[in-house]
C-alpha cells in the first residue's frame, strides 16, 4: 500500500510525548502539563502547576499493548515462518490489535497540538528531535545487534542497513526498516513538520480550524479520487482524520467546543470510518483475511471512545510514580517488541512451551524499555535540547528565518 514505507511489516504508533501540558520558561523540552481543573484553559495561559495527564499514559500503554498483541497473536501466526509456534487460538482478539495505532495517532494530535502552544518554530523541532531521535538510535541498535548475532534470514542484520536507519527513512536508500514498526515514525515525523512550518509562519494556534479544515478536504480528495503515493507521503492523507481529530479535541479543552470544531470532528471521525475499507484490503492482501466493515466500524467507534474517556478522566487518575513508569515504556515498547520479540519466542518455546516463553519475553522487553526510558532517554533529552537549541537559533536568526512565539 505504501511503496517504500509498507505496513505490511507491522502495525504500531506511538504518540512519543510525556503526556504533561506545562513548559517550564528555563527549559524548552515538552513536559506536557495537564488542562486546567475547569476543563479549559484561556488562550496562552499555563497553569501554575504542572499537571501530569495520568489517563494518557495509560491509554498510550493500552494502545502500545494492542499492538504487541497483533504482532505475536495474529500477524506472526500469518506470515511464516517468522512463528514456530504461534498463538491461533488469540487471532479472533488479535486482529483488532492494530487499530492500536490509530489511537496513537489520535493522542499524538492532541499532545503534539498543546506542546506547540507558546513555543517557536525552532523549540518545537528541537524538542521533538530531542524526544523522538535518542530513543530510536538506542533501540534502533539493540535491535540490529540481537538481529546480527541471530542471523535470522528472515530479518534484516546487515551493517549497511543500520547505518541506512539512522535517518529513519531507510527505505529512501532502499534498504529496509530495521523493524517494519518504523513505518508509522515517519508519519509522525511529517505531521511534526507541517507543525513546525505553522510555527514558522505563525498561523497554528490563529487558523488552527483552517489548517485542519484544509488538512482534511486534502485527505479526502487524495484517498477517494485522486490516490496519488506522493500526497499520501506528503500530507499523511490516510491517517489525517486521526491526528486532525486530536488536535480538535485538543482545541476544544483549551477554548470551548465551538461549533465549527464539533462539525470539523464529526467530519474527522466520519472519514476514518470511509477509510476503513482501505484496511480491510490491507489486511486481505497481507493475510488473506479481514474484517467486515460492521466489525471494522464498532473497533474505530471504540478506538475514539477510548480517546474521549481518558480525555474525561484526565482530573481522575491520578498521574502516580506507577503510572508515569507504565507511561514511559510505550515508546521503547514499540521500537523494540516485534523482531526482538519473536526471536526470542522462537528461541524459548520448543524449549519451555508457547506461554512461558510468552510470559519470559514480555518480561525482557518491558524491563529493557524500562531502563532506555529511564535510564537513557530521559537524562539526555534535556542536556540534548540545551545542547541544540542556542545554534540553531543563531543560525536561524542569522537566515533571517527566526520567528517570535
Known amino acids: 500500500m505504501f511503496s517504500y514505507f509498507t505496513k505490511s511489516d507491522s502495525w504500531d504508533h506511538s504518540s512519543y510525548e510525556s503526556v504533561v501540558f506545562h513548559r517550564n520558561a528555563a527549559s524548552p523540552s515538552p513536559s506536557v502539563t495537564a488542562i486546567g481543573r475547569g476543563g479549559s484553559m484561556a488562550s496562552g495561559s499555563t497553569s501554575g502547576k504542572a499537571e501530569r495527564m495520568g489517563s494518557l499514559d495509560l491509554l498510550r500503554l493500552v494502545a502500545a499493548l494492542a499492538v504487541v498483541c497483533f504482532h505475536y497473536f495474529f500477524r506472526a501466526s500469518h506470515t511464516p515462518p517468522l512463528l514456530v509456534n504461534g ?61 546480527f548475532l541471530a542471523a535470522d534470514p528472515n530479518l ?37 513538520g507541517w507543525i513546525a512550518i505553522a510555527l514558522f509562519f505563525g498561523v497554528f494556534s490563529r487558523w488552527k480550524l483552517q489548517i485542519v479544515a484544509t488538512w ?8 477517494t479520487f485522486i490516490h496519488s503515493m506522493a500526497l499520501h507521503m506528503l500530507f499523511a492523507t490516510q491517517f489525517a482524520p486521526f491526528f486532525a481529530a486530536g488536535i480538535l479535541a485538543q482545541h476544544m479543552v483549551a477554548k470551548g467546543a465551538s461549533s465549527e470544531a464539533l462539525v470539523l470532528l464529526g467530519a474527522a471521525f466520519l472519514l476514518s470510518c470511509e477509510y476503513l475499507h482501505i484496511e480491510a484490503d490491507w489486511q486481505q492482501e497481507n493475510y488473506g483475511v479481514s474484517l467486515p466493515f460492521s466489525k471494522l466500524l464498532i473497533a474505530n467507534i471504540v478506538v475514539y471512545a477510548l480517546f474521549g474517556g481518558a480525555l474525561l478522566l484526565r482530573h481522575r487518575i491520578a498521574p502516580t510514580p506507577l503510572v508515569l513508569v507504565l507511561g514511559g515504556l510505550t515508546y521503547p515498547l514499540y521500537l523494540l517488541h516485534q523482531h526482538i520479540g519473536l526471536l526470542g519466542l522462537n528461541a524459548l518455546s520448543p524449549t519451555v512451551g508457547r506461554w512461558p516463553a510468552l510470559a519470559i519475553v514480555l518480561a525482557l522487553v518491558l524491563s529493557v524499555s524500562f531502563v532506555v526510558s529511564f535510564y537513557f532517554e530521559k537524562p539526555v533529552r534535556k542536556p540534548l535540547i540545551s545542547l541544540l537549541l542556542p545554534p540553531l537559533n543563531m543560525m536561524a536568526s542569522k537566515l533571517r528565518l527566526d520567528r517570535p512565539v
Request: negative net charge.
Open 87 to 147: 498463538y491461533p487460538e488469540l487471532d479472533p482478539f488479535a486482529i483488532y490489535g492494530y487499530m492500536g495505532v490509530s489511537l496513537f495517532f489520535l493522542i499524538s494530535g492532541f499532545v503534539i497540538a498543546w506542546s506547540a502552544e507558546g513555543r517557536n518554530w525552532t523549540e518545537f523541532a528541537v524538542a521533538r528531535f530531542a524526544r523522538l531521535y535518542p530513543g530510536f538510535l538506542v533501540c534502533m541498535t539493540a535491535s540490529f545487534t540481537i538481529q
Open 156 to 192: 534484516p542484520y546487515d551493517p549497511m542497513t543500520w547505518v541506512a536507519n539512522l535517518i529513519i527513512v531507510a527505505p529512501a536508500l532502499n534498504k529496509p526498516f530495521m523493524d517494519g514498526v518504523y513505518w508509522s515514525i515517519v508519519f509522525e515525523i511529517i505531521f511534526y
Open 216 to 223: 482534511l478536504l486534502i485527505s479526502v480528495i487524495n484517498e
